[in-house]
């Protein structure tokens, strides 16, 4: 489980992956194929480790581990995930990631990620765990090398030194990408306190599998119910409160699992944290990209750690 908070606060809540330039697409007609297609463009912070980081900012001490370009983008980047209150712990070489996000006229995505510098994590120091009461990973992390090694890792370090792990099962196309043996047996490999999936992702993947038998599963099913499952438990059916339609849905797993994360580092039981999840998830529904309506932290709180990039070792 996640530690709950103690007299000197919850500790810091510690994600890896991409942070990339999102590239949003809003069209309201259906795409016509060969021809132009009227559309309104926005770019914004994107990668599912750095927007938990960001959503979770506001709420606890949070810190972002990945790799970003040597280039222009990767300072806005960066400066903008500070300024939610992140504590940003960067390598830098290449060029920064970018996904082309095309949200259709009901919020649906289609992706075309070009993650560039986010695949070319080399070797973390454990010390960028210090004080960790979590460490978030996206499944993404795995999709390309030198990353995923770097993760797992990271990971293992994470396991020795007591600090629990939830993983996002982030894709359907990336674990079948992947393989799904392969994944299944990563998944047993990490062990994983808490895993998220949506219902597609769960579907794929059983989690009702051995593999998932200690683990706290979470179920997200868009506007239907939440199923969570503790180690060992029956499956409890927590309600999404009605919202009107999503207009772009990028994101809103991301900020679920941030406000999952950080209730359950305040204390809350699953039930409730689901509830924190759903609350978040809602903010983002109607904005551009992984953005919320809730005003960012006002400075960073992860602690002693930098508040902006730090340059990590050079490429092996």
């Avoid at 695949?119 to 993404?140: G, I, N, Q």
Wanted: with cysteine.
């Amino acid at each position: 489980m996640i530690p709950a908070a103690d007299s000197h606060g919850p500790g810091v809540l510690v994600t890896v992956g991409d942070l990339v330039e999102d590239v949003i697409v809003w069209s309201d007609a259906p795409a016509r194929h060969a021809t132009d297609n009227a559309c309104v463009i926005r770019r914004s912070r994107g990668g599912s480790a750095a927007n938990v980081a960001a959503f979770a900012g506001g709420l606890m001490p949070a810190r972002f581990i990945g790799c970003v370009g040597e280039d222009p983008v990767a300072d806005v980047l960066t400066s903008e995930l500070a300024g939610h209150g992140v504590d940003v712990r960067v390598q830098r070489r290449g060029r920064t990631g970018t996904v082309v996000v095309l949200i259709d006229a009901g919020g649906e995505r289609t992706m075309y990620p070009d993650r560039a510098a986010s695949a070319d994590l080399a070797e973390v120091p454990p010390a960028w765990l210090d004080s960790a009461v979590a460490l978030h990973a996206p499944s993404y992390c795995f999709a390309a090398e030198p990353t995923g090694t770097s993760v797992l890792r990271l990971l293992g370090h994470a396991g020795r030194a007591g600090v629990p792990v939830s993983l996002d099962a982030s894709s359907t196309g990336m674990i079948e990408e992947y393989g799904l043996a392969r994944y299944l047996d990563l998944v047993e490999s990490i062990r994983p306190a808490v895993f998220f999936a949506n219902a597609h992702e769960a579907r794929l993947l059983d989690v009702t599998r051995p593999q998932f038998a200690k683990t706290l599963t979470v179920v997200k099913n868009g506007a239907g119910s939440t199923i969570v499952t503790p180690p060992g438990g029956p499956p409890c059916a927590v309600p999404v409160p009605e919202a009107p339609p999503a207009r772009d849905s990028t994101g809103a797993g991301d900020a679920f699992a941030a406000g999952f994360l950080a209730a359950r580092a305040h204390g809350a039981d699953p039930v409730e944290a689901a509830r924190a999840g759903h609350d978040l998830a809602r903010s983002v529904l109607f904005s551009p990209g992984a953005t919320s309506s809730r005003p960012p932290a006002s400075s960073p709180a992860a602690g002693d750690g930098p508040a902006a990039d730090t340059h990590g070792p050079a490429r092996p």
